[in-house]
């Protein structure tokens, strides 16, 4: 150990997903263009939106690869 404090890094890969602030910055960010929604505020799950399919699509992300139960 080196003895310098150690800084919490913006994004850590977590069971195949995306965790800290980075996580949360995505998050947020592909809720408020419509990528991302939530059926009902209380839900804990996200889904993703035709919009999002198509965004997603864009920037060369094959959605076809995601089972619903990974949202």
Do not use: R
């Amino acid at each position: 150990m080196s003895g310098k404090p150690s800084k919490q890094k913006p994004a850590k890969m977590c069971y195949e997903h995306i965790s800290g602030k980075l996580g949360q910055l995505l998050a947020v960010t592909f809720a408020e263009k419509g990528w991302i929604a939530k059926k009902n505020p209380a839900d804990k799950h996200f889904y993703i939106t035709d919009l999002g399919e198509k965004e997603f699509t864009k920037l060369g992300i094959d959605i076809t690869q995601i089972k619903p139960e990974d949202l």
